[in-house]
């Protein structure tokens, strides 16, 4: 017998992440790794949890922490970022939250609840892999979304149409994205909810990074702009996924959705379906943690993440041969890096790994095509400076030996 032979006919679709795989390397000593989307662990508030973790388990708080919980979340968390949302330009209450494990899972649960086989999903091109990862599961169609929507929603009804379904929604973080780094003007989310509005699908906002911005104006989130031309949260469309793993902690797997509704009405039963809830003693400290110095933590992290932002932007410059690109980030974690054409990133990276002892993930896994082979991601929020002035050195050494 081939167990395998059993398997649902979608989980062909499903791939290792190449990311977590390079996490592996994480626990090598020698190899300076800008792999990870990962947070500082220094920069975790452990006390702070610490603290937070001994109330939840206190005698008259234990019986709460430990038993099973409701399904849309912990009362007093989903109150705080509904506050949270309202500073935002989201005035909204806790009915319109739901509190997920990770942001990741509210990625799967929104496939889940939009995708039929042969759907179109409307994508950044690159986008995140962890999306592309949810969403393959419930075997859509990708196409490419254009935020200057050049083209038509006819001609990307057309073709959902084609394919034998409907575009569902159009997939975004409009803010310090992963992997490229790079943030949506006012006008491109502007148009990004014109065209949504012209297919009448669906639009999910990714913020995992919003709170990391360490230069230039904020930009209201795509749902705020939505919320303040048709006046009621219920009758919107955009779908904010919001994530404490960037800013607090990211082992305690606490993500939250903010919509209308009807949309986290149904997300509840598929949570119930999925997991149940969200593991309360999480929760707990969270918003504990949360409700105590969110803003001034946040902003001793972009003071650190943005002079690592700066060290790597001037050690590419410095190193880098020509004909070498990259991105030159607001916020977030990350610079994306353009090869000259024919070069590959898969291949450079198995060459650097052998000998300069440095990681970064190839840019090909962050298209749904496998297009993009000469691009590459850098994450500068985990490695100090030091590692990163070392590590550049050695990445410019490894491209200028390719390209000679």
């Given at each position: 017998?081939?167990?395998?032979?059993?398997?649902?006919?979608?989980?062909?679709?499903?791939?290792?992440?190449?990311?977590?795989?390079?996490?592996?390397?994480?626990?090598?000593?020698?190899?300076?790794?800008?792999?990870?989307?990962?947070?500082?662990?220094?920069?975790?508030?452990?006390?702070?949890?610490?603290?937070?973790?001994?109330?939840?388990?206190?005698?008259?708080?234990?019986?709460?922490?430990?038993?099973?919980?409701?399904?849309?979340?912990?009362?007093?968390?989903?109150?705080?970022?509904?506050?949270?949302?309202?500073?935002?330009?989201?005035?909204?209450?806790?009915?319109?939250?739901?509190?997920?494990?990770?942001?990741?899972?509210?990625?799967?649960?929104?496939?889940?609840?939009?995708?039929?086989?042969?759907?179109?999903?409307?994508?950044?091109?690159?986008?995140?892999?962890?999306?592309?990862?949810?969403?393959?599961?419930?075997?859509?169609?990708?196409?490419?979304?254009?935020?200057?929507?050049?083209?038509?929603?006819?001609?990307?009804?057309?073709?959902?149409?084609?394919?034998?379904?409907?575009?569902?929604?159009?997939?975004?973080?409009?803010?310090?994205?992963?992997?490229?780094?790079?943030?949506?003007?006012?006008?491109?989310?502007?148009?990004?909810?014109?065209?949504?509005?012209?297919?009448?699908?669906?639009?999910?906002?990714?913020?995992?990074?919003?709170?990391?911005?360490?230069?230039?104006?904020?930009?209201?989130?795509?749902?705020?702009?939505?919320?303040?031309?048709?006046?009621?949260?219920?009758?919107?469309?955009?779908?904010?996924?919001?994530?404490?793993?960037?800013?607090?902690?990211?082992?305690?797997?606490?993500?939250?959705?903010?919509?209308?509704?009807?949309?986290?009405?149904?997300?509840?039963?598929?949570?119930?379906?999925?997991?149940?809830?969200?593991?309360?003693?999480?929760?707990?400290?969270?918003?504990?943690?949360?409700?105590?110095?969110?803003?001034?933590?946040?902003?001793?992290?972009?003071?650190?993440?943005?002079?690592?932002?700066?060290?790597?932007?001037?050690?590419?410059?410095?190193?880098?041969?020509d004909g070498v690109d990259w991105t030159h980030p607001e916020g977030g974690m990350f610079v994306w890096m353009t090869l000259p054409a024919g070069m590959d990133g898969a291949d450079l990276l198995a060459t650097a790994l052998r000998d300069e002892k440095v990681a970064f993930v190839p840019g090909g896994a962050f298209y749904p095509d496998d297009d993009g082979r000469?691009?590459?991601?850098?994450?500068?929020?985990?490695?100090?400076?030091?590692?990163?002035?070392?590590?550049?050195?050695?990445?410019?050494?490894?491209?200028?030996?390719?390209?000679?």
């Amino acid at each position: 017998m081939k167990i395998d032979s059993f398997f649902a006919t979608r989980n062909s679709r499903m791939k290792a992440s190449e990311i977590r795989e390079l996490l592996k390397l994480l626990d090598q000593p020698d190899v300076i790794s800008f792999a990870g989307g990962i947070p500082d662990p220094a920069l975790f508030p452990a006390e702070k949890f610490r603290d937070a973790m001994a109330v939840a388990l206190s005698d008259g708080q234990h019986a709460l922490s430990l038993q099973y919980s409701t399904s849309e979340g912990y009362p007093p968390l989903r109150q705080w970022i509904a506050e949270r949302m309202t500073q935002l330009g989201v005035p909204c209450g806790a009915d319109n939250i739901l509190i997920t494990s990770g942001s990741q899972q509210a990625l799967d649960y929104l496939g889940k609840l939009f995708l039929s086989p042969g759907d179109t999903a409307l994508v950044g091109w690159p986008t995140y892999l962890g999306a592309l990862g949810a969403f393959n599961a419930y075997e859509p169609r990708f196409d490419r979304l254009d935020p200057m929507g050049n083209r038509s929603a006819d001609e990307l009804r057309a073709e959902a149409e084609a394919a034998g379904g409907r575009v569902k929604f159009s997939y975004l973080s409009p803010d310090f994205a992963n992997p490229t780094g790079i943030t949506l003007s006012l006008e491109e989310r502007q148009k990004v909810l014109a065209q949504a509005e012209a297919l009448d699908c669906v639009v999910i906002e990714d913020a995992a990074y919003q709170s990391l911005r360490y230069e230039g104006e904020d930009i209201p989130p795509i749902l705020a702009l939505e919320l303040a031309e048709k006046g009621d949260l219920d009758q919107c469309r955009t779908i904010y996924c919001g994530s404490f793993s960037k800013t607090l902690s990211p082992g305690l797997r606490i993500g939250w959705v903010c919509a209308a509704r009807p949309v986290i009405d149904q997300m509840v039963l598929l949570k119930q379906a999925g997991d149940l809830h969200t593991a309360t003693l999480n929760q707990m400290a969270v918003a504990h943690v949360a409700a105590d110095g969110f803003e001034e933590h946040t902003q001793r992290l972009c003071a650190h993440y943005k002079a690592r932002r700066d060290r790597m932007l001037a050690a590419l410059t410095r190193h880098m041969p020509d004909g070498v690109d990259w991105t030159h980030p607001e916020g977030g974690m990350f610079v994306w890096m353009t090869l000259p054409a024919g070069m590959d990133g898969a291949d450079l990276l198995a060459t650097a790994l052998r000998d300069e002892k440095v990681a970064f993930v190839p840019g090909g896994a962050f298209y749904p095509d496998d297009d993009g082979r000469n691009t590459l991601r850098l994450n500068f929020s985990s490695p100090d400076q030091v590692q990163i002035d070392e590590g550049i050195a050695r990445l410019g050494r490894v491209i200028t030996e390719a390209l000679a």
